[in-house]
C-alpha cells in the first residue's frame, strides 16, 4: 500500500484494522488464547496494537522475501499439536462479519472436520478459509516461491464452499483508494483517534 502507516495500523473507526479484524474473530466466539497473530514489518507495533487483546503473536522472519505462503506456514507451525484446522483471516480486512466467520466455522464442524471451507460471493472465493490440518503438511512442503492457492487448487473437489450474500469476503485493502473507499468516516478525518 505504500505510505508512512502499514494498512495493519491504520485507523478504522475505534480500533486500527488488525485490531478489527481481531474483534471479529472474538465477537465471533473465538478466544483470544486462540487467535495468533502472524507478523512482519514493523512487528513491534503491530504486536503493540493487539496486546491489550490477549492473543499470541508469531513473527514471521520470512516477511521480506516471501508473499503471504511464508506467514501462512509460520502461522500454521505454532499451533499446538490436536488442532482440528486453521481459520486463515487476513489481517487487511476489517470488513469481515461475523456471522460469515461463525458460517464459514459451522460448517467445517458439520462436515466432521475434514473439509476445506472457503466462503463464496457470486461465485468468487473469499476469505477467512478453514483450512483442516489433514492439508496442513502440504501446505507447509510448499516452497517460497509457492502461494496456498497450490493447494486450494489441488483439492478443488474437495472444497465446501459456504455461500454468503456480502462481499466483505472480497474486500481488502491493498491501496489507499481500498481504504478510503472502504474505511468508516471516523477513520479518516485529518487526526482521528485510533
Known amino acids: 500500500m505504500g505510505g508512512a502507516t502499514p494498512k495493519q495500523l491504520l485507523p478504522w473507526g475505534p480500533h486500527t484494522?488488525?485490531?478489527?479484524?481481531?474483534?471479529?474473530?472474538?465477537?465471533?466466539g473465538f478466544a483470544a488464547d486462540e487467535i495468533t497473530v502472524?507478523?512482519?514489518?514493523?512487528?513491534?507495533?503491530?504486536e503493540g496494537a493487539v496486546a491489550h487483546l490477549g492473543v499470541r503473536c508469531v513473527h514471521n522472519p520470512a516477511y521480506a522475501e516471501a508473499d503471504m505462503l511464508a506467514s501462512i506456514q509460520a502461522g500454521l507451525r505454532s499451533l499446538p499439536d490436536g488442532c482440528g484446522g486453521a481459520l486463515l483471516a487476513l489481517a487487511d480486512q476489517p470488513q469481515m462479519q461475523v456471522q460469515t466467520v461463525r458460517q464459514v466455522v459451522e460448517a467445517f464442524q458439520a462436515g466432521g472436520?475434514?473439509?476445506?471451507?472457503?466462503?463464496?460471493?457470486?461465485?468468487?472465493r473469499g476469505h477467512p478459509i478453514l483450512l483442516p490440518a489433514r492439508l496442513w503438511p502440504e501446505v507447509l512442503a510448499l516452497p517460497a516461491d509457492a502461494s496456498l492457492r497450490a493447494v486450494v487448487q489441488r483439492h478443488a473437489h474437495e472444497i465446501h464452499y459456504v455461500v454468503v450474500d456480502t462481499p466483505t469476503v472480497l474486500a481488502d485493502l491493498d491501496t489507499p483508494e481500498d481504504y478510503r473507499a472502504a474505511a468508516p468516516a471516523?477513520?479518516?478525518?485529518?487526526n482521528p483517534q485510533p
Not at 17 to 28: D, F, K, N, S, Y
Not at 186 to 190: G, K, M, R, T
Open 186 to 190: 471516523s477513520s479518516l478525518e485529518p
Open 17 to 28: 484494522v488488525i485490531e478489527q479484524v481481531v474483534a471479529t474473530l472474538l465477537q465471533a
Open 38 to 46: 502472524v507478523t512482519g514489518h514493523r512487528r513491534e507495533e503491530v
Open 113 to 124: 472436520g475434514w473439509a476445506l471451507v472457503i466462503p463464496s460471493y457470486q461465485m468468487r
